[in-house]
């Protein structure tokens, strides 16, 4: 895929898919349920079906009626032992949050993946786990990993690795658990699978104090079906408003976006930066936060974000160094470990990606360092990006200045985003899928 250099802006009205994060949770906690649950604007990616197919195969009953997903749920211990192992691609999510779940079931299971979620780290699930008496068996720290179903033993755990992939994999697996467990947080995480939870009735109770959170969550207690509109994903949104902030003569409408607080490191970024991003019609959908945003051309200014924001924002940081390679000044990103154990070592693509372009950067331990440049000379433009979805749109984003760029492994993008293409091209983005001829 190419990305060509735009003169005339980015503007319109692109359709932002459902949140991933939500989305995924939105297929797991209804089919534990007891009832019908209708879902809209579920994501329609390779990742969300990865997981609908999981429990497609565990006996649950989905139909996929078009413009809404209806799931028809009985009960927490309903899940059935599915004829092969279970399959999830690249989806990390679905790796973790179905260990949790999985582990507490009366039957044994398999959980496989593709190359690239095969490299990644799940003992930071199964240590966790463990301390409920969980049995998980990973191959090297890594997929595949095979669960020996059984009843699980109430724990309080402290999780010492902010993730919400590791928290919600505690959560499953404490909502399948006779007595009261408390999972301890010493730094927030995305909150989404609580706030479901407590939609659809769990017995848990949140204790927030700044940073620290205490969840106490009572299980074998039954879930009802409620249906669940999913809101826009901001994730996803991040390529459209920083294309719009970057590129002159630019003003784009985003709807029905979600701003949940525990993820909204990009905006406050972008907003430290200078950019111009109103924020319209705040509202509480779904008991998550969500608003519609007005993005126009900005003059941007470098930053500096200490490690805190790395827990808002881990996804967006592919994207906020390419809205960083146009400011007015230096910016640096402190603490960005976690980028390298993504679908890719992130951190190390756009160091290198950002040098190819022209863009004076450097890595010192865990911190991004960037100068912008005034004058772009392209060194290389074929874009790395090791089948990882979000370098292939941060770096078609970087086209719409300097392009054309070769994005390879574009096909990625399927996994999250896969109207991107389409939704780009509606608003000026000028890409080309797969040409002939290369020049």
């Given at each position: 895929m190419?990305?060509?250099?735009i003169n ?34 579920i994501l ?9 197919e999981a ?16 799931i ?20 990390g999510?679905?790796?973790?949050l179905?260990t ?7 039957f ?8 690239s979620?095969?490299?990644?780290p ?16 990973t191959?090297?720290g ?6 020996k179903?059984k ?9 010492s690795?902010?993730s ?27 909150d ?9 009735g ?25 249906n ?9 949104s991040?390529?459209?408003i ?9 003003k784009?409408i ?15 970024a972008l ?25 126009s ?11 805190s ?14 809205a960083?390679a ?34 004076d ?20 433009n ?12 941060s770096?078609?984003?970087?086209g ?9 492994d574009?096909?990625s ?22 040409p002939?001829?290369?020049?």
């Amino acid at each position: 895929m190419i990305s060509y250099k735009i003169n005339h802006g980015i503007n319109g009205s692109p359709i932002i898919p459902g949140d991933k994060s939500i989305s995924h949770r939105a297929i797991i906690i209804p089919s534990i349920s007891n009832g019908v649950t209708e879902i809209t604007n579920i994501l329609k990616s390779e990742d969300v079906n990865n997981t609908l197919e999981a429990f497609k195969g565990m006996g649950v009953k989905i139909i996929d009626d078009g413009d809404k997903l209806i799931i028809y749920g009985n009960g927490l211990k309903s899940l059935k032992k599915p004829k092969k192992e279970i399959y999830l691609g690249n989806s990390g999510t679905s790796a973790r949050l179905l260990t949790g779940l999985l582990a507490a079931q009366n039957f044994d299971t398999k959980i496989t993946g593709d190359k690239s979620l095969s490299k990644r780290p799940m003992n930071r699930i199964a240590n966790p786990l463990s301390s409920m008496k969980a049995e998980i068996f990973t191959s090297n720290g890594s997929l595949p990993i095979k669960i020996k179903g059984k009843k699980l033993e109430s724990s309080n755990i402290d999780i010492s690795i902010p993730s919400a992939q590791i928290k919600s994999a505690l959560l499953f697996a404490c909502l399948n658990t006779q007595g009261k467990s408390t999972i301890s947080e010493s730094k927030i995480t995305r909150d989404h699978t609580e706030i479901m939870l407590k939609a659809f009735g769990a017995d848990i109770n949140i204790d927030a104090k700044g940073q620290k959170k205490l969840i106490t969550i009572n299980g074998l207690k039954e879930l009802k079906a409620k249906n669940i509109d999913v809101p826009s994903d901001l994730s996803s949104s991040a390529f459209f408003i920083v294309a719009a902030l970057i590129n002159k003569n630019s003003k784009i409408i985003l709807k029905n976006i979600n701003i949940n607080p525990t993820r909204n490191g990009l905006l406050l970024a972008l907003e430290k930066m200078g950019a111009r991003i109103n924020y319209l019609n705040k509202r509480i959908s779904n008991d998550e936060n969500v608003c519609d945003m007005e993005i126009s051309s900005s003059n941007l200014k470098g930053c500096e974000l200490d490690k805190s924001f790395a827990d808002l924002m881990i996804d967006e940081y592919p994207i906020l160094s390419v809205a960083a390679a146009f400011a007015d000044s230096p910016s640096i990103f402190r603490g960005l470990k976690e980028l390298r154990v993504k679908e890719s070592d992130r951190l190390n693509l756009i160091y290198l990606n950002l040098l190819n372009c022209g863009v004076d950067c450097n890595i010192i331990e865990d911190d991004l360092i960037i100068n912008p440049s005034k004058n772009f000379e392209i060194k290389n433009n074929n874009i790395r990006t090791d089948y990882d979805h979000r370098i292939a749109m941060s770096f078609c984003v970087m086209g719409t200045k300097i392009g054309p760029l070769k994005i390879n492994d574009a096909e990625s993008i399927n996994t999250s985003f896969p109207s991107f293409i389409n939704e780009f091209k509606s608003v000026g983005g000028k890409i080309i899928w797969n040409p002939i001829l290369y020049l």
